[in-house]
């Protein structure tokens, strides 16, 4: 651990956002870590755990960008840890990490998302047809493919500004990541239902104000904008709100 | 400790903290919005003026797109003749889901860009009063803007005749680029990429599966490039406003390449 802010070409200055539950804003702590070639912010936080600090608290698992488990926000910008490398930061100033700021925090970089787990139970699971044969053509499968993609690393939810900077709007928004779910399961061409009422009236798809901040943090590049909110908000549009449709429907 | 706490100073933006804007990003931010508002600032300062100006809108075959269709209606000839024109426009822009991001970012800070905060409120999103109804109205202002379209689309093959004689002048090439540049813009729209592919569990299970799955290809690429087209349309529109306007007015002469 160390105070020093000097500039070294071999050294990283690691600053680790650190606290105990409940402990929102915590204390920035620095780590002097050696610089290696091709190494990941994951890396030196593992380093600093190593050899500094062994109750330095982070999640993570496999470390290829592919389980979601390293979400934090480096230079206050949400990433994975481990696919965020040292050298695409700014050489010349600290690497500083915090946990997400959406959710609350059990230790240091490790947060309770378990909130996720919970709104994706409300989500209707797939019910499949039983008036169609059990075959489809891979054009009819592209979409839903791309939904399947996400690693539930929960940093759309992390940037979604409709909870980021109000938690009190949990309750009533799902949020891009159970988005991207829904729309999986409503591409599928297998299945029955119609979920367009349930992304209005529970998943509160509507406060989505489509500035895209969920697309542009996704590791996986998901679409998640273009791909599965706005096609949902259309739907809603269709179903509820369009007056040309109601009075031919009569309702 | 010290030390830590003028640290903590220096980087820690936690949310909901009060003020727009607080956030623990070290990289400039704060450039793209600025840079949307003033391009969007600019646009409309120059549309507002040239729209309500009345004057210099046409040159020999060519008119300006803000005022085309020239309609001018008897009792009213004291209005200008834009102002029945760009409602459309103005209205499918407004309500344009890529316009909604940009202005919402750049004018109204919600967020003004990702991770950093934004006015305490109580958010309502796109739930809230007129806002839920932008979808639909986008949707209606997309078949007018189709059909506003095929107009510019026809100016820009009027401006091909010169007094009876086929002929290419730079205007030519400025209402054909204006066109082409405002279609490519239109049909990337999210709602017609939603018309065409949309409500559609499988394309291969129903009749003209393969109509919509193509077209709704075909849009999807446009639709990805639909920021690109949003800005080089709307500042394209104003160069051909401003190219005829200038010959108009007899500042410019129009160099004939054939």
Redesign the interface.
Known sequence: MS?STTTDEKVLQL?V?RGEAGD???????YEIPRVKGMVVLDAVLYAQGHQDQDLAVRWNCKAGKCGSCAA?I????RLLCKTRVEDL?AD?PV?V?PM??FTRIKDLVTDVSWNYEMNKQIPPFTPRED?EWR??Q??VERAQEMRKCIECFLCQD?C??I????S?KPKFAGPRFFVRTAGL????M?ALDRAEFLKKEA?I????????CT??CPEHI?I??NAI??A??????QF???VKKAVKGT | MQDLQTRNQTFVAHVGEGAAGRTARTDDWWVEPTLVAVGLVIFIIYSTWAALVGNNYASGPYISPFYSPLIKIPGLEWISPAIFVLWVPLGFRGSCYYYRKAYYRAFFWSPPACAVSERPKEYQGERAGVLRWLPIVHRWFLYLSIIVLAILWYDAIRAFDFDGHFGIGLGTIVLLVNAAMLTFFTFGCHALRSLVGGNQKCFSCGMGGDIRYNSWKIVSVLTRQHPMWAWLSLYMVAIADLYVRLLAAGVLQDPRIF
């Open positions: 105070d600053v956002n929102e804003r915590g204390q920035d702590v620095t926000e230079n206050g910008y949400p700014p100033k500083r915090q700021q959406t169609k489809w053509q054009r009819d940037v500004h409709v980021r900077y109000q938690r709007n409503d591409y599928h061409p299945d509160g509507e406060m989505c104000n489509v500035t895209r901040c542009d943090v679409q904008t273009d706005i096609p908000k259309e739907r809603i549009v269709d709100h369009d007056p």
